[in-house]
């Protein structure tokens, strides 16, 4: 079976006295539209709450209310028979909008096939989770599997101070022994144990150091009368306290980043199973896992009731294991409850997700079986010096952050009052701070955070005296350098393997001086070249700027959209309205420079840094697309490295992907390696050294320096 997935969305939202469903599903090998199937569903809560002991029951109860409109029923049958007929696994997502938070309590693992009444929650060809809708709105981007961190956090507290509250002791060591069995292939750390016991501060410290997955074990319970979630932690004598999850879910909404999954082997994390005589404020999102879904974790599994630790011991190995297989979360839990599926409480187990695709990590590499080919057609080029690299302000990530991280920062400090989905885009957040004030202020606003930013980042080794509070006024120029100078001693940094390529000329969207002091380190001194498109008087043409011919030893950094410290900052692009002016001026004063013009369209073109929907990549690409000489871009291989686009923004990410690649393969020759650009150059840089000499000279000149017909 491919691995493709169908996803039906079920969506449930009340209107009066009424619950009203809609069926949309996604096809991954079409892009076409389909328009959603609604119905009125007709729930009976107090018939479900008497059929709690039967489950099978208690499932086909809730299926036939839930899709009681023969038409849902319809849509659900007909999607699964699509994806089977195509060989694709199912998602099922469901989606409970706050309207009708009260179903939340429902047992919707227990859902069952309406046709073949198979039950859903065990399956592995068709994956059901819940989709949670954020308040966050940081995009949810994946990492790769082997960078991968997990935090085994138990609270085990004294059994004296356990017996006094009724609780039973938790095994430490057997948990840390299953865990870390069923994780060998990544780094784990543990917090808990008599001499570390595991309290609020010590969980936010570790969390702090980069953690993708959380896993708690300990006891957890919800207020009788208010409802409100709360988890057993210890104090500093290792005795147990107890913290509320708001508390909790507040702290970890203020990390810079947070877990990308926290699994709760906690009792009532997710709710207390709907209970007789349960209070109706325990809703998922007052649960913990809810209040942490909704502080913009991606995914959670949490527990519906009273789970027994036996059930815990079997269940949670298995999750584990299966998630190493491929990342998929989903796939993950229905083999770790069809494991305890003979146990009582193997139901329990409930997936909070805003994972569209279910996956916690990606492979990366090129689609399919091109990838050596495309390495083939690749490596000749680059060795012999006929590649420029164009970089984006991905690149600068473990400096600052991102763009997008940077635009939500400045949205949020300005109270930006567009579309949320736009918080990320830093030319409009840009373009609407400049409306607010001056353009000179714009520009300090946004260094500002830059340097905010890169100081929260590295505040842990960064000299005390070059920061707050010991330094009052730190210099971004200053820090940055510092920043640069440490990442280059990672033998993986994007910017040390840039600077040891044989590019006579580089192309950067950035405004950093990031890529020039990493080619001086590599005894590569360039050449500074800015686009000089905004100044009172007309512009200068390219022809005017003296420029020096770009060769491997010194090479030439090209700014397209200006540098910070050149002579006017007021050079920078940086609003939308500063893209529109570039691109107009650019295009008809001639603006860039012959050097550059003639090295973009004959050569291998690396674009590494970006997201290829966003403003600097498609203002950038429009312009080459419109070079003279742009028909010889046919005649070279042309890499173009992209993260799996950001789940939360994307309706159909596989057909977000199949769409990339289709219209840049058919405008430039352009491939595209899905992941990020530190993996893509480090793969770049072992494929080099594997194929050994390919004819050029480490002592000579690049290969347009060396003309051998030159008699």
Not at 343 to 356: E, K, N
Not at 600 to 622: A, E
Not at 654 to 683: C, M, P, R, V
């Amino acid at each position: 079976m491919a691995d493709e997935y169908y996803t039906l969305r079920i969506s449930i939202h009340r209107v009066l006295e009424t619950y009203q469903v809609e069926l949309s599903h996604q096809d991954p090998t079409s892009q076409a539209q389909v328009a959603p199937t609604r119905g009125a569903a007709a729930f009976d809560l107090d018939a479900l709450q008497r059929l709690h002991p039967r489950h099978a029951d208690y499932g086909q109860a809730l299926t036939q209310q839930l899709l009681s409109d023969p038409d849902l029923t319809q849509r659900f049958v007909q999607v699964d028979t699509a994806a089977q007929a195509a060989g694709c696994f199912l998602r099922v997502l469901v989606c409970i909008d706050p309207s009708a938070q009260e179903l939340q309590s429902l047992r919707w693992e227990l859902l069952r096939h309406p046709k073949t009444s198979a039950a859903l929650g065990t399956s592995e060809r068709i994956l059901l989770s819940r989709f949670m809708v954020s308040r966050d709105w940081r995009p949810v981007t994946l990492r790769a599997r082997t960078e991968l961190h997990a935090l085994i956090a138990i609270s085990a507290p004294t059994p004296e101070s356990l017996a006094r509250a009724k609780l039973a002791p938790v095994d430490f060591e057997g948990e840390v022994t299953r865990v870390r069995r069923a994780l060998p292939d990544i780094a784990v750390r543990v917090l808990g144990g008599p001499d570390d016991p595991c309290t609020l501060d010590r969980l936010l410290d570790a969390l702090r150091r980069g953690v993708d997955i959380l896993y708690f074990v300990g006891h957890g319970m919800i207020g009788r009368r208010t409802g409100t979630p709360a988890l057993v932690l210890q104090d500093e004598t290792g005795a147990s306290t107890i913290v509320t999850g708001e508390d909790l879910t507040s702290a970890i909404a203020e990390l810079q980043r947070g877990p990308r999954l926290v699994v709760l082997a906690s009792c009532q994390s997710a709710g207390d199973g709907d209970r007789p005589g349960a209070s109706s404020s325990t809703t998922a999102q007052a649960t913990l896992a809810g209040r942490l879904a909704n502080a913009g974790v991606p995914g959670v599994i949490a527990m519906q009731g009273f789970i027994t630790m036996a059930t815990i011991e079997t269940f949670a190995p298995a999750f584990f294991a299966e998630l190493l297989v491929d990342g998929q979360i989903d796939r993950a839990l229905a083999v770790a409850r069809a494991k305890v599926r003979d146990r009582d409480d193997a139901w329990m187990p409930a997936l909070f997700s805003r994972l569209t695709e279910g996956r916690l990590w990606y492979t990366p590499g090129f689609r399919g079986k091109q990838g050596q080919e495309v390495w083939r057609r690749l490596l000749l080029p680059v060795a012999n010096g006929k590649v420029v690299p164009i970089i984006g302000p991905r690149l600068n990530e473990a400096a600052h952050g991102t763009s997008h991280q940077t635009a939500q920062r400045l949205a949020g400090a300005t109270h930006y009052p567009m579309a949320s989905h736009e918080h990320d885009d830093l030319p409009r957040v840009t373009g609407y701070m400049s409306v607010k004030e001056s353009r000179y202020n714009v520009l300090q606003a946004y260094q500002n955070q830059l340097l905010d930013d890169l100081v929260a980042q590295h505040r842990g080794w960064l000299p005390p005296e070059e920061i707050p509070p010991h330094n009052p006024r730190p210099k971004l120029g200053k820090l940055l350098a510092l920043v640069g100078d440490h990442l280059r001693h990672d033998a993986d940094d994007p910017h040390r393997i840039l600077a040891e390529l044989r590019a006579p000329l580089y192309v950067t969207t950035n405004f950093d001086p990031l890529l020039e002091r990493a080619l001086r380190a590599a005894d590569r001194p360039p050449q500074q070249v800015l686009t000089r498109w905004r100044y009172r008087k007309a512009p200068r043409s390219a022809d005017e700027q003296p420029i020096a011919e770009p060769t491997v030893n010194a090479p030439l950094v090209y700014h397209v959209f200006g540098a910070f410290g050149s002579t006017q900052d007021d050079g920078l692009v940086l609003t939308a309205d500063d893209y529109f002016d570039f691109l107009i001026h650019t295009a008809s004063d001639k603006l860039i420079p012959a050097e550059v013009e003639s090295a973009l369209v004959d050569n291998s073109l690396l674009f590494l840094g970006f997201r290829l929907t966003d403003w600097h990549f498609q203002v950038l690409f429009r312009l080459m697309m419109n070079l003279p000489g742009r028909e010889r871009l046919k005649q070279y291989c042309h890499v173009a490295v992209q993260l799996d686009p950001d789940l939360q923004s994307m309706a159909d990410v596989e057909g977000a992907k199949a769409f990339l690649s289709e219209y840049f393969g058919k405008e430039a020759n352009i491939d595209i390696f899905w992941g990020s650009s530190q993996e893509f150059l480090t793969a770049l840089r072992d494929e080099l050294a594997r194929a050994g000499d390919l004819g050029h000279d480490d002592d000579a000149p690049a290969q347009e320096d060396d003309d051998e017909w030159d008699f």
